[in-house]
C-alpha cells in the first residue's frame, strides 16, 4: 500500500509559516560474526523484555523516538510500511493494509517563532489552514483551541470538519522554541477511540 493513502489532501501543501522540513533516512547493515555466543543472545533478548515491560503505562506503551517519547494506547501499533522520512503512522492492530485506515501520525518540524510569540504561530497556522482549504475546494470548518501537556508544554489542537461527512482531521502541535511536534489524526468514522489515542499521544508526549 503506498504512503499517500495515510495522507490527508489538507497536508499534501505543508505549512509554509511552519516550514516543515524532513530529513532523509539512511539505512545501513553490517554483517555480524555468526558465531555469537548464545548467552549474550538471551541476555539481549532478557534486556529487551525488561524495558518494554518498563515503558508499559496504564494507557498503553511509552514509545522512544528521536525527539522525545510518547504513549501509544492499547490496541494499537506502528504501520512500519507507511512509516519514513521522520514521520511515524499508527492504526488499530490488524488495519495496516486498509485502503483507508483511521491512523494518527507523529514528526517533528520546524517553525518560525519562539515559545513566547506562540500565539503569532497559531494565528499563523489558522490563516493557512483556512487558505489551503478554500483553494483546494475542500468543504471542511476549522476551529482551534489551546491547551498544554502533561509534560507542561505549550500545545495547539485544530480540527479540519469536513462537512457532509463523519471525516474529521486533527493536528496537535507540541511548541518549543522555532520546533514543533505535530500530532496528525485522520478519522474517517468519527471513532472515538482512535480520538482518544490521539489525545493520549499528544498529551503524553515529552521532548528528549
Not at 4 to 23: D, E, F, R, T
Request: with cysteine; hydrophobic share 30%; proline share 1%.
Amino acid at each position: 500500500m503506498k504512503k499517500s493513502l495515510y495522507l490527508l489532501p489538507v497536508m499534501i501543501l505543508m505549512l509554509s509559516a511552519c516550514g516543515n522540513k524532513q530529513a532523509d533516512v539512511g539505512t545501513s547493515a553490517k554483517v555480524e560474526d555468526s558465531t555469537v555466543n548464545t548467552s549474550q543472545n538471551e541476555n539481549s533478548s532478557a534486556k529487551e523484555a525488561s524495558q518494554k515491560d518498563n515503558n508499559t503505562t496504564k494507557d498503553g506503551q511509552r514509545v522512544d523516538k528521536d525527539f522525545g517519547s510518547f504513549v501509544v494506547a492499547d490496541g494499537f501499533g506502528e504501520a512500519k510500511e507507511q512509516s519514513g522520512g521522520g514521520r511515524y503512522f499508527y492504526v488499530v492492530k490488524g488495519h495496516e493494509h486498509d485502503m483507508r485506515p483511521d491512523n494518527i501520525s507523529i514528526n517533528e518540524g520546524h517553525q518560525n517563532y519562539n515559545l513566547d510569540e506562540s500565539e503569532k504561530f497559531a494565528q499563523s497556522t489558522t490563516w493557512q489552514l483556512n487558505m489551503q482549504i478554500k483553494q483546494s475546494g475542500i468543504d471542511a470548518t476549522v476551529t482551534g483551541s489551546s491547551g498544554k501537556t502533561d509534560a507542561g508544554d505549550i500545545m495547539y489542537i485544530f480540527d479540519i470538519k469536513m462537512n457532509g461527512s463523519d471525516e474529521i482531521d486533527r493536528q496537535y502541535y507540541i511548541l518549543r522554541d522555532k520546533k514543533y511536534v505535530m500530532v496528525f489524526m485522520s478519522n474517517f468514522d468519527n471513532d472515538e477511540s482512535v480520538n482518544k489515542a490521539a489525545e493520549l499521544m499528544a498529551k503524553s508526549f515529552e521532548w528528549k
